[in-house]
């Protein structure tokens, strides 16, 4: 995911919810317990699926990776 975000050009921040109590909690108010997960604005994606990911990236006005 850091790598396909990266190549994009996409700025993210990385969180860890078994270091971060509070990334926990943020995680869980957003209705999601199981990691990873992904937010693109306010839609989330499970896991690594390049072509939601890409879908959602170009939803949001990010250019996606070259394949």
Do not use: C, I
């Not at 860890?16 to 209705?31: F, H, I, Q, S, T």
């Not at 990873?36 to 990010?62: C, S």
């Amino acid at each position: 995911m850091k790598e396909f975000l990266s190549r994009a050009g996409v700025p993210f921040t990385e969180q860890n919810v078994e270091e971060d109590p509070a990334a926990y909690r943020e995680l869980v108010a957003r209705g999601w317990r199981a990691v990873p997960v992904t937010f693109v604005g306010e839609r989330a994606l499970k896991g690594f699926d390049p072509a939601a990911l890409t879908e959602a990236l170009t939803a949001a006005g990010a250019r996606p990776p070259d394949r």
